[in-house]
């Protein structure tokens, strides 16, 4: 199962038994802690040691930055040391960045900020003026800069145990919404796709209102409804009061004679006899869903009523039940 990477970024022998501390404190979690002095990075022979030490923090998850009063290593770039050219790689890989600020150094940095221009003066906390000018520029950071002072790794320890809590809240938190998301994409992709086919059928075909009639029909509310009253589990489709009547017939459904004597004028009826069940289905569609030629007419399913097709059953007469041939 694959594990959060843990990153640990530092100079080594002022704070060695915080980045030890550290080290099992992220085992104890489960998770993986990319340290160098441990053998966690795997060095090659064409590049200097620092460039592997960059490379490596591509594949982490989380970079730890502790800052103390040692500038360490000068980088071969950018003119920083090491470990503050690693935690510029993450900014750049965005990785998730915690910074830990020795408290004393911290608390001689606002020394620092009062005396910048005087290039005399001496610190009692840090061995190189470098390691202000980066606090400087962590603190000037627009996002992505989560300062927090330590004076023990217990501290750190802590911090990183409510943060990570934290995180995993969120987590879980944000699972119920990734449906939603999905479906808003889905949307999203759909309306997308409906604006373009409505520029392509006005501005691009001749034949553009023939078109959008098409669309419109093929999504026609008379289908679903045929369909869901007669409980067919397939896609019904017709497009004019004669493919409707041949469909019918062919489930057994016969079309009534509008001039039939007791025939409803305002609906064309057809009559299914199912002797098994002993009722006789009555099917009424309104005639006012097609037009003079017989072709179904447009409604959207905001113009559509419950009324335009209803099905109707009656028992059969004792009469109707002895007319059959067994």
């Given at each position: 199962?694959?594990?959060?990477?843990?990153?640990?970024?530092?100079?080594?022998?002022?704070?060695?038994?915080?980045?030890?501390?550290?080290?099992?404190?992220?085992?104890?979690?489960?998770?993986e802690p990319v340290l160098n002095e441990?053998?966690?990075?795997?060095?090659?022979?064409?590049?200097?040691?620092?460039?592997?030490?960059?490379?490596?923090?591509?594949?982490?998850?989380?970079?730890?930055?502790?800052?103390?009063g040692r500038y360490g290593s000068e980088?071969?770039?950018?003119?920083?040391?090491?470990?503050?050219?690693?935690?510029?790689?993450?900014?750049?890989?965005?990785?998730?960045?915690?910074?830990?600020?020795?408290?004393?150094?911290?608390?001689?940095?606002?020394?620092?900020?009062?005396?910048?221009?005087?290039?005399?003066?001496?610190?009692?906390?840090?061995?190189?003026?470098?390691?202000?000018?980066?606090?400087?520029?962590?603190?000037?950071?627009?996002?992505?800069?989560?300062?927090?002072?330590?004076?023990?790794?217990?501290?750190?320890?802590?911090?990183?145990?409510?943060?990570?809590?934290?995180?995993?809240?969120?987590?879980?938190?944000?699972?119920?919404?990734?449906?939603?998301?999905?479906?808003?994409?889905?949307?999203?992709?759909?309306?997308?796709?409906?604006?373009?086919l409505v520029s392509f059928l006005t501005?691009?075909?001749?034949?553009?209102?023939?078109?959008?009639?098409?669309?419109?029909?093929?999504?026609?509310?008379?289908?679903?409804?045929?369909?869901?009253?007669?409980?067919?589990?397939?896609?019904?489709?017709?497009?004019?009061?004669?493919?409707?009547?041949?469909?019918?017939?062919?489930?057994?459904?016969?079309?009534?004679?509008?001039?039939?004597?007791?025939?409803?004028?305002?609906?064309?009826?057809?009559?299914?006899?199912?002797?098994?069940?002993?009722?006789?289905?009555?099917?009424?569609?309104?005639?006012?869903?097609?037009?003079?030629?017989?072709?179904?007419?447009?409604?959207?399913?905001?113009?559509?009523?419950?009324?335009?097709?209803?099905?109707?059953?009656?028992?059969?007469?004792?009469?109707?039940?002895?007319?059959?041939?067994?």
């Open positions: 199962m694959a594990k959060p990477r843990i990153f640990i970024s530092s100079t080594f022998y002022d704070l060695r038994q915080v980045r030890s501390d550290l080290d099992r404190f992220i085992k104890e979690l489960g998770y441990l053998g966690n990075i795997a060095y090659g022979k064409d590049e200097k040691l620092e460039e592997y030490c960059y490379k490596e923090i591509s594949n982490v998850d989380i970079l730890v930055s502790i800052v103390g980088s071969q770039h950018q003119n920083v040391s090491i470990s503050q050219m690693e935690f510029k790689t993450a900014l750049e890989l965005n990785k998730q960045v915690y910074i830990f600020i020795d408290k004393n150094v911290n608390a001689e940095y606002q020394t620092y900020l009062l005396n910048k221009k005087n290039k005399e003066i001496k610190y009692r906390f840090a061995d190189n003026i470098k390691i202000y000018e980066f606090i400087e520029f962590l603190e000037n950071l627009p996002n992505n800069n989560n300062i927090h002072s330590f004076e023990s790794s217990l501290d750190i320890v802590q911090y990183l145990k409510e943060q990570w809590a934290g995180l995993f809240q969120r987590f879980l938190a944000e699972q119920p919404r990734i449906k939603e998301i999905s479906l808003l994409k889905g949307i999203e992709g759909t309306a997308k796709t409906l604006n373009q501005e691009e075909r001749k034949d553009r209102d023939s078109a959008i009639q098409d669309i419109l029909l093929s999504n026609h509310p008379a289908m679903e409804e045929v369909r869901s009253k007669l409980n067919v589990n397939y896609r019904v489709y017709f497009i004019s009061k004669d493919e409707l009547t041949e469909w019918l017939s062919a489930r057994g459904y016969k079309y009534v004679d509008p001039d039939f004597l007791f025939n409803d004028d305002d609906y064309y009826e057809y009559i299914h006899t199912d002797y098994r069940l002993k009722k006789k289905f009555i099917l009424k569609v309104k005639k006012d869903i097609f037009n003079d030629d017989g072709k179904l007419k447009v409604f959207t399913k905001i113009d559509w009523r419950d009324n335009f097709i209803i099905l109707s059953s009656q028992d059969l007469e004792q009469s109707q039940e002895d007319d059959l041939p067994f």
